[in-house]
């Protein structure tokens, strides 16, 4: 009991989306629809999703492009390099796993080259070019790839609504790294090779055509909406099975968990006259702010599930749940996961984390979102 009760401590999200079940099925009784309402299709794309890149990570597919960063001579260029280097990874690995990948190679970049103390800046920089840069695709972040699968609408049409807030958020994020170093902007760093040297094993180059593989037929999935996505399911499994059995040990299945009790919250609270009447008046054409605030109470995945039953403006829900990540550390699980990495590295500086990253994050949203609010009224 202690050890499950320290695990659900640990996974505050997870506690959270399982007490909402829990609560929902005591006000309504679970029954088959409960059940039948559940998105087993984002359910299982997810799985699929978090354990191919986690396989991504475990061969270091992205090698060559870390590598680069080793011929980079200044503390802008490094700086550019790291961000955009997330906020275009993101669009296609999603946010969260492309902070795993930078973040960490940041630390150490900087740890080695003694400029420690442009870590905090410019990791808060690398969240917002995550939050940031994976809205533009159906599948750069879980609240996407659920609000893409339940608006019916094409990823051409997708990629059009996003393209004007992503463009804007590019252009931000070049100022705030030019603002960061101001008149130091040629400012020298000496990396050390061995700081980003990491060689591939080549006995296991069938694992990494099989990773890339499996991932462009998973994008076609999300892309096509194949009514046949289970056998990519099977194809997943089997492949994984044969090849890289151990991968499926390290697959996030908390945050599939978390999803799951979300769904069931959803579906429960929706078949609720009296509850599903007042959310419905309440957040029906309030979608932008309701996905903003309820957000920094419960992350803004399991906010898109709740609010996606009485939303009648996907494009105003979709706004406020990619924008909510820069409001507060809890807006978005990818700033979680940031925060993660840097306390591992320097356990006592939790606060400071948070103060630099709720400055900056705070400044950048303060510019986006009176544009994300207008529009917001272009409905997908």
Not at 282 to 303: D, R
Request: hydrophobic fraction near 55%; glycine fraction near 4%; charged fraction near 15%.
């Amino acid at each position: 009991m202690s050890k499950i009760a320290a695990f659900l401590k640990k996974e505050l999200m997870l506690t959270v989306s399982l007490l909402a079940a829990i609560i929902s099925l005591l006000i309504s009784p679970p029954s088959l629809s409960t059940v039948k309402n559940i998105d087993w299709h984002t359910l299982a794309t997810l799985f699929m999703m978090l354990t191919v890149l986690e396989g991504f990570k475990s061969e270091n597919i992205f090698n060559p492009v870390i590598r680069l960063s080793g011929k980079i001579s200044t503390m802008t260029g490094i700086s550019f390099f790291l961000v955009f280097g997330v906020f275009f990874s993101s669009m296609f690995v999603t946010n969260d796993v492309s902070l795993i990948i930078f973040v960490p190679l940041t630390i150490m970049l900087f740890r080695s080259a003694k400029k420690e103390e442009y870590i905090l800046p410019v990791i808060s920089m690398e969240n917002i070019a995550a939050v940031r840069g994976s809205m533009l695709t159906p599948f750069g972040s879980p609240q996407n790839l659920f609000i893409f699968g339940k608006s019916g609408v094409s990823a051409f049409r997708f990629l059009l609504h996003m393209f004007p807030l992503w463009i804007l958020s590019a252009v931000l994020l070049c100022l705030f790294i030019v603002f960061l170093y101001g008149k130091n902007l040629k400012q020298k760093i000496a990396l050390s090779e061995n700081a980003v040297l990491c060689e591939w094993q080549s006995k296991n180059r069938k694992k990494r055509i099989m990773y890339v593989v499996l991932f462009a037929l998973i994008i076609f999935e999300i892309v096509s909406r194949t009514e046949y996505y289970w056998l990519i399911l099977i194809a997943v499994l089997v492949s994984v099975l044969i090849f890289d059995r151990k991968i499926l040990l390290k697959t996030d299945y908390v945050l599939i968990l978390t999803f799951l009790c979300f769904f069931v919250f959803s579906s429960s609270v929706t078949s609720n006259a009296t509850i599903s009447s007042f959310l419905n008046k309440t957040v029906s054409g309030h979608e932008y702010i309701s996905g903003i605030l309820l957000s920094q109470v419960i992350s803004n995945v399991p906010a898109a599930i709740v609010l996606y039953p009485f939303t009648k403006n996907l494009s105003a829900l979709l706004y406020g749940v990619d924008s909510a990540g820069l409001c507060t550390l809890i807006g978005s699980l990818a700033s979680v996961i940031n925060y993660r990495i840097y306390v591992r590295e320097y356990p006592n500086s939790g606060g400071k984390f948070i103060k630099t990253f709720t400055l900056i994050s705070l400044t950048f949203f303060a510019f986006v979102v009176l544009p994300g609010y207008f529009l917001s009224f272009w409905q997908i």
